[in-house]
């Protein structure tokens, strides 16, 4: 296939719009129309386009391999684009929820995310490429349009395993055992001041002890079930996925991983250059060997 032109590439990328999308059979058959008037695509392709596009997730290449058609080849997403979707998924993820954290990420959000989207692939990640696979299975069983975008954006973000804590204080296993990547800020895809956006990822089981920032925190975690506390030595509560959680300044908070990798939205609305610190607690050693829901085997 050949790609001609900014729009018919747009076009070219539509039609493969995640199943299951709100809007999505339309804005496909849209872009076929396009690409049929074009003349890059066949009538018979259309036409599985038009049959599917009342039902979002109807798939048209499921018909054309019905009716003995070959389907429309894939296109490799743009970076931009790609992290531009990942934005407006994560923005839409995020209206389904209130309170004030939630209104404050989604505010500035919208204050920032018109700048261009400049990508800046770091290399590759051990923790995501060994946990990332996992958390997206379990969340696209609910969430498919935003596990598509994550799984599509993921190459083209910067994933860091943060390595600023002392290793004394944090602990070796979550030194080695999580990785983020911002989208939105000092430094990210979108440029902001005062904003830090992104996604970040921790293997199962292992524990994130117990500390705190100056930074307002809101975690919208994607999977679960997941542990918690937010103060040293109170006890842990379970929290499944899909249940956000906002830290203010200096509020102490804790989080114990599951059996699914804990794959999360972070955004951080002021002081984000201010450094985390770790807060000591007597119970580290139980909580790390500790294993929480429902696992195989178990
Ligand atoms: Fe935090």
Redesign the pocket.
């Given at each position: 296939m050949t790609v001609q032109g900014g729009e018919d590439h747009l076009a070219w990328i539509e039609l493969q719009l995640p199943l299951g999308l709100p809007g999505s059979g339309r804005q496909r058959y849209a872009a076929a129309m396009h690409l049929y008037r074009r003349g890059l695509l066949s009538a018979d392709i259309l036409e599985a386009y038009r049959v599917c596009s009342p039902k979002d997730w109807e798939d048209p290449d499921l018909l054309l391999a019905a009716r003995r058609i070959r389907p429309v080849e894939k296109v490799a997403v743009p970076a931009d684009r790609a992290i531009a979707r990942l934005i407006e998924e994560i923005d839409r993820y995020l209206s389904g929820f209130s309170g004030v954290g939630v209104a404050e990420v989604r505010g500035r959000i919208a204050r920032w995310s018109g700048g261009g989207v400049r990508p800046k692939p770091g290399k590759g990640n051990p923790v995501v490429d060994a946990n990332l696979g996992p958390a997206l299975s379990a969340l696209e069983q609910t969430h498919p349009a935003l596990a598509d975008a994550i799984s599509v954006a993921s190459p083209h973000l910067s994933w860091i395993t943060y390595g600023e804590y002392p290793p004394d204080e944090i602990g070796a296993a979550f030194l080695s055992g999580h990785a983020f990547a911002s989208l939105i800020g000092g430094g990210a895809p979108i440029h902001a001041a005062e904003f830090d956006l992104g996604l970040f990822i921790i293997a199962p089981d292992v524990l994130y002890r117990d500390?705190a920032?100056p930074a307002p925190?809101l975690?919208a975690p994607l999977t679960g079930p997941h542990g918690w506390r937010f103060g040293p030595e109170t006890p842990l509560v379970i929290k499944p996925a899909h249940v956000p959680v906002w830290?203010r300044p200096h509020a102490p908070?804790m989080t114990k991983v599951g059996p699914v990798p804990f794959l999360c939205i972070f955004g951080w609305t002021q002081d984000v250059d201010l450094p985390?610190y770790v807060l000591p607690a007597r119970d580290w050693a139980g909580l790390e060997s500790l294993k929480i829901g429902e696992r195989d085997g178990s």
């Open positions: 500390h920032h925190e975690y830290n908070h985390a």
